[in-house]
């Protein structure tokens, strides 16, 4: 902070005075452009001054904690630049909350096809940066099958373009998609171009309860191998001890034979209600540690009942992404060694003096020989990746 406060006035005649200022003892600047990005890496990389990109700040714990000089606040790179909506593709500012872009899609029918946490609150920029998703990457995949270019701005200020604005472009490197889950460490995302797809005209929600959590994993396998229109998928904990949720997007003629079929899994009739796919946000309302964990489709039963026997409680997508949160840090060892090696398990939210579980050496490796290449100096929200 010393460094740069008594560069205060440098700083704002290299990058304007208008969007650089004080807060809670910290300088933050709050460029609105590409441009205005670009000229103050340019200043940090040559002064050596670390820095922390920071939007809505909604998964601040998912890593360590930025030991930077400065704060780059992404959110005035907002607002939806282009809407291709006839090629079905869309460039959003980093800085627009996930829940205003699709907004502005939606006016055409189209979205986005993910569902990350906290939309109202959380920027683009920040949920690629973390690689969130939802239950709907069932049906439509991952951040990196739905981001098809980006602009970034490297360290030394470098204005990079990857990939480009129509969905089949093989030109270049995928250089956005090794950005998506880097945390910020490697550039700053300004833009990011996506694939979209029609928003469904017709969904329903299907769901089962049993008491033993094998009922429930058994349906959702037969679901898996079915040619069923399931939009989303998950295993929850439930009153009854587990609940399956199936959620259908077809035309309302094959609806009612689709919610047959799944009777037909279950052996019963299931209930109906739209409003169950918010639990993972619940999970982090409550005091104890979060952890994301990832594992095989038939290994999500299982792994469930004994999250649910180690005293915690977790919401499994049926891509094998599992969010569990424990009152016993102990517990997340137990779960380590039930889904790794096919699996891994990452800390979002630990309780103090909780540490970083081990990581593998030749994954760590890799990543900082990456970060070496990109962030020379080391100034891209230092600290924020496993092992500083």
Known sequence: MERVASRFDELAGAVGAAIVSERDGRVVVSPRTTDEVAAVLRFCHANG??????????????????RSDLVLDTRGLAGVREHSWQDLTATVGAGTTWAEMQRALAQHGQMV???????????????????????????????RDLVIGMTLVLTDGTIARSGGKVVKNVAGYDLHKLMIGAFGTLAVITEVTFRLHAIPRSTRVWTMEARDAGACGEVLMKVLDSQLSVQSMQLRPSAAGFALDVELACIDEVMRDQLGVLDSFAGHAGTADSDVFGGRERLFAGKGVVVKATMLGSAIASVSAEVVRLGGEAVTQASGIMLARFADESAVERLRGLVVPEGSVSVLRGAAGFGVLPSAGSASAVMREIKRR?????????????GG
Request: hydrophobic share 40%; no cysteine; charged share 20%.
């Open 113 to 143: 096809a993910l569902d990350p946490l906290w939309p109202e609150r959380a920027t683009v920029g920040g949920v690629v940066a973390t690689n969130d998703s939802g239950a709907l990457r069932q049906r439509y995949g991952s951040l």
């Open 49 to 66: 001054i670390g820095v922390e990109i920071s939007g809505a700040g909604t998964k601040r714990g998912w890593a360590g904690a930025a």
């Open 374 to 386: 990109f962030d020379p100096k080391g100034l891209l929200n230092p600290g924020v990746v496993v």
